[in-house]
């Protein structure tokens, strides 16, 4: 029985979030471990999982008379084992694919469309306290998360029409390590789920000398996320979910243009803070099809930027 109500627990509770993808600086809101799950894990298992994620974003350019704009889309794979009841490993590849154009101005326009292994993440999340009363039908469990963002990713792409580096927000990997830590509280009551989870994400700064490069001296912002979400079983096979999302960001540094001091770079930086619904159907036992859509319906951006919805879909399997 408990092995029973701790496979259900993994399944209606997993990917609660979206985790946090780097198009831009404040894009992506969410536990960078949500496609992992934040259900208790249950020993000796495997999760695999698959999801698309599409977003857009736009900000002002190093000239102000021009525009860039970026349209991603990322198929992420992520693998997760639980070796024990209370720790899962994780690794995610992201394949990714963006689109990205700067609209005349001064200068002539230009565009790219780089393709290919984004910046792999691996990470581990483990559950110090766990409580589950199989008659009440009640589960409660608070974890801590930590991981890193290993830089796989491409960061030499250029555009289709100069030939020369594309902007750094346009490259698929960021040159730099990442790492990030939180926490992460399920609790499970009948038909309704409450989870939440608080993050913090730190960037170094990319180790290439070549001064060429689009990605030299530049370092992403430092940021924190957050979230909770109510989810509510409507009947075995589906579950709808609500939560309120936000992320903050440091604006990113970057060299001037004499090349003699770093200074924060403009128009890079803020708060978004999303409403996301979503829906789940458990197809059988040991997988699940779900989506959900991060609507931002609050933004306190630095400079001239903009960010749209982002569009999850994705499919997870457990394998025991």
């Given amino acids: 029985m408990l092995r029973k109500f701790a496979v259900s627990l993994m399944l209606t509770l997993s990917l ?20 992992a799950g934040s259900a208790h894990p249950l020993a000796d298992s ?25 349209r991603q889309v990322n198929l992420n794979t992520t693998l997760s084992y639980a070796p024990t009841d209370n720790l899962s490993l994780t690794v995610m590849l992201p394949l990714v ?26 990470g581990v999340r483990y559950f110090f306290l766990s409580e589950t009363d199989l008659k009440a039908k009640q589960h409660m469990g608070l974890a801590v998360s930590a991981g890193t963002y290993i830089p796989t990713g491409g960061t030499n792409f250029v555009s289709l029409i100069t030939g020369e580096n594309l902007d750094t927000h346009s490259q698929l990997g960021t040159g730099a390590w990442g790492f990030y830590g939180g926490l992460l509280l399920n609790r ?11 993050n913090v994400i730190v960037r170094t700064t990319p180790g290439t000398t070549d001064m060429s490069s689009p990605v030299y001296q530049y370092t992403f912002g430092n ?14 096979p589906l579950a709808l979910s609500l939560a309120v999302e936000g992320r903050y960001a440091d604006p990113d540094r970057a060299l001037n243009d004499d090349g003699d001091a770093i200074e ?12 996301t619904p979503g829906i789940w159907w458990n197809v059988s036992g040991d997988s699940t099809l779900y989506a959900k859509v991060q609507i931002p319906f609050y933004t306190n951006l630095n400079g001239v930027q903009e960010v749209g919805p982002t569009y999850v879909f994705g499919t997870q399997f457990l394998i025991h």
């Fill in 16 to 35: 609660s979030l979206p985790p946090s993808i780097y198009a831009c600086s404040v894009c992506g809101c969410g536990d960078p471990l949500a496609s």
């Fill in 46 to 70: 495997f999760r695999l999982s698959f999801e698309n994620i599409y977003l857009t974003a736009n900000a002002l350019g190093d000239d102000p008379t021009q525009l860039e704009s970026v």
């Fill in 97 to 122: 694919e963006k689109y990205w154009s700067l609209s005349a101005g001064d200068d002539s326009p230009d565009s790219g469309t780089p393709f290919g292994i984004g910046d792999i993440m691996v």
């Fill in 188 to 198: 499970v009551m009948d038909d309704f789920t409450l989870s939440g989870n608080f």
């Fill in 223 to 236: 940021a924190l996320t957050a979230g909770i979400q109510g989810q509510l079983h409507l009947a075995d």
């Fill in 264 to 275: 924060n770079v403009s128009n890079t930086g803020g708060t978004v803070i999303d409403a």
